[in-house]
């Protein structure tokens, strides 16, 4: 089978309880860091790592998730017009082909690897890639990027993954590792949100490259933990039926951009990323510590 990904699944059919009041209207992935919605973090990773198809898992109230993605005529030649031309080639950036992205809906919130399931008949005997919005991560090469380049060693399934406190291992699924090969490592089992022996402390984030079984794994529709139907088990199911699957140790900094505190950190870390803002964002944070400390 080739070892081209060219299709990527974006599920944003969650609730987002997490932000409430605001995701009772605001879809949590058009939710801005600095300037740019969660989304847009994702689309960028995709198509620097060569994705050409976005499918995204929707569900009721993500209206403006679509809206985000219509090409704006009007502000476009506004700002022709007006001689914005800055402002229009960033714009023009965010547009996407006619035809390059797919809407399938999930009815019913029933868990991740539902949402992934609800794709399926976009997805033929292919590899496909998995992107999970709320994971914003700071990479270079980007972190699908890499993922794909050591999915073309490997083939299998491939999970990015990185090492959390022992502690926080019930929060993430949890790779048990079979072979430690440094940035790569073959799984002998998955498991999501240990409640006690988490097998290590390498945690799954939000990026997949999953080979087609995983998604006639999915057509089982098991629950899993919290009664949820988790991609986690279907990744499980593979090692059981004898077939590879890895977890890369990517390089870069990833934000849990679907709590509270991990969306801070992330405004402040792209804050602080960017040239026109590092020097007058910076020096109020050090104020702010300065302030902080004196208090202490
Ligand atoms: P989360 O576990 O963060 O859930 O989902 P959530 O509903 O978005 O947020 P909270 O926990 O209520 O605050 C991880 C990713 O999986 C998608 C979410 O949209 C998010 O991108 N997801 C989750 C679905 O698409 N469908 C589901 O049934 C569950």
């Known amino acids: 089978m080739s070892r081209k990904v060219t299709k990527a699944i974006f599920p944003v059919a969650g609730l987002g309880t997490r932000f409430l009041p605001a995701t009772k209207s605001v879809p949590k992935e058009i939710m801005t860091l600095v300037d740019r919605p969660l989304i847009q973090y994702a689309i960028d990773e995709a198509r620097a790592a060569g994705i050409e198809e976005f499918i995204f898992v929707t569900s009721r109230g993500k209206g403006a998730l679509e809206d985000y993605f219509d090409h704006s005529h009007e502000l476009e030649s506004s700002l022709k017009k007006s001689g914005k031309i800055d402002l229009l080639e960033l714009l023009r950036s965010t547009n996407m082909d006619s035809g390059a992205i797919a809407y399938v809906r999930q009815h019913k919130a029933l868990g991740l690897g539902h949402a992934v399931w609800c794709a399926r008949r976009l997805v033929h005997d292919e590899a496909v890639a998995v992107i999970l919005t709320d994971d914003v991560i700071m990479g270079e090469p980007p972190c699908l990027q890499q993922m794909i380049e050591a999915y073309q060693e490997t083939g299998g399934t491939m999970v990015a993954t990185m090492e959390v406190p022992m502690e926080k291992t019930k ?37 997949y490259i999953l080979a087609p079984s995983v998604m006639e794994n999915l057509n089982k529709l098991k629950q899993g933990a919290g009664g949820e139907i988790q991609l986690t088990d279907a990744i499980a199911d593979e090692i059981e039926e004898g077939r590879d699957v890895f977890g890369l140790r990517f390089r870069g900094q990833r934000f849990d951009c679907g709590s509270k505190a991990g969306f801070l950190q992330a405004t402040v870390a792209f804050g602080l990323a960017r040239e026109e803002l590092k020097d007058e964002f910076g020096e109020y944070l050090a104020d702010v510590m300065s302030i902080r400390k004196a208090a202490e």
């Open 171 to 207: 929060s993430y699924g949890v790779l048990d590792v079979a072979e430690d090969m440094g940035a790569i490592v073959r799984a002998r089992g998955m498991v999501e949100k240990p409640k006690e022996n988490p097998p290590s402390n390498l945690a799954v984030i939000g990026r």
